[in-house]
């Protein structure tokens, strides 16, 4: 069975300043890792995932995460955050696509972002 | 993008009384859709897989008589709270997976669903 700890469940932060919310997980397997992002009133949407090649990935907004699969983590960054970065971000691991598709999440990390 | 909604966004009921959410894929066809359940401040826990005309899937520990689901077409799921206790108060997560991939990251959420049960 596969687990997540996101670390912190609230983190401010003033505009501009860069940001790091942590993941780490457990998995006897080998995994596919998530992030995924829920504004207010609105559902989680795939903000970044790793399933395979390079390590470090993207997203079209500013935010990466490197997977570490010594340290068990998909710690999520960004250089410098907007006030629209408020939200509540879910870390997430599947075990394998054949699996069924199953999402274990974290608890989940409140960012807020204040001017 | 894929949209999913979820209705109703909030109920309250009584305790005793059944309440159905559904959860409907708009603009994709969904072979699989997934119940999850979030207490506050905890995971997104997976409550049953259901797939388009078949059983659900539930997870371990969670009642599939008192939680009942019907994927009775590709773009509805619905999920039954019967004789609902205010233990099952909670905030119920739909996802609707496409059928032509069989990676995770094709899941697609729907906002949400408050049940407050008096």
């Known amino acids: 069975a596969q687990s997540v700890t996101q670390l912190d469940s609230q983190v401010p932060v003033f505009e501009e300043a860069p940001v790091e919310l942590r993941c780490n997980y457990s998995?006897?397997?080998?995994?596919?890792l998530f992030w995924y992002v829920q504004y207010p009133n609105q559902g989680l949407q795939l903000l970044l995932k790793?399933?395979?090649?390079?390590?470090l990935v993207e997203s079209i907004n500013g935010f990466e995460a490197e997977f570490n699969k010594s340290q068990t983590s998909f710690h999520l960054r960004k250089p410098s955050v907007h006030i629209s970065d408020t939200a509540e971000y879910f870390c997430?691991?599947?075990?394998?696509?054949?699996?069924?598709?199953?999402?274990?999440f974290g608890a989940g990390t409140i960012l807020r972002v204040k001017s | 993008g894929a949209v999913v909604s979820q209705h109703p966004s909030r109920v309250i009921c009584k305790s005793g009384t059944s309440v159905k959410i559904e959860c409907r894929s708009l603009?994709?066809?969904?072979?699989?859709m997934f119940w999850y359940r979030q207490f506050p401040k905890q995971s997104l826990m997976l409550m049953a897989t259901?797939?388009?005309?078949?059983?659900?899937?539930?997870e371990q520990g969670v009642e599939k008589d008192k939680f009942l689901i019907n994927h009775a077409s590709l773009t509805l799921s619905t999920l039954t709270v019967t004789s609902a206790h205010p233990e099952d108060s909670s905030f119920y997560i739909c996802?609707?997976?496409?059928?032509?991939?069989?990676?995770?990251?094709?899941?697609?959420f729907g906002p949400g669903t408050r049940l407050t049960v008096l």
């Open positions: 996802s609707a997976r496409t059928p032509t991939s069989g990676a995770p990251d094709t899941q697609y």
């Open positions: 998995s006897s397997v080998s995994v596919y």
């Open positions: 790793y399933l395979s090649g390079s390590t």
């Open positions: 997430a691991v599947s075990a394998s696509r054949w699996h069924g598709n199953k999402l274990v």
């Open positions: 603009d994709f066809q969904a072979t699989t």
């Open positions: 259901s797939n388009e005309g078949s059983k659900a899937t539930y």
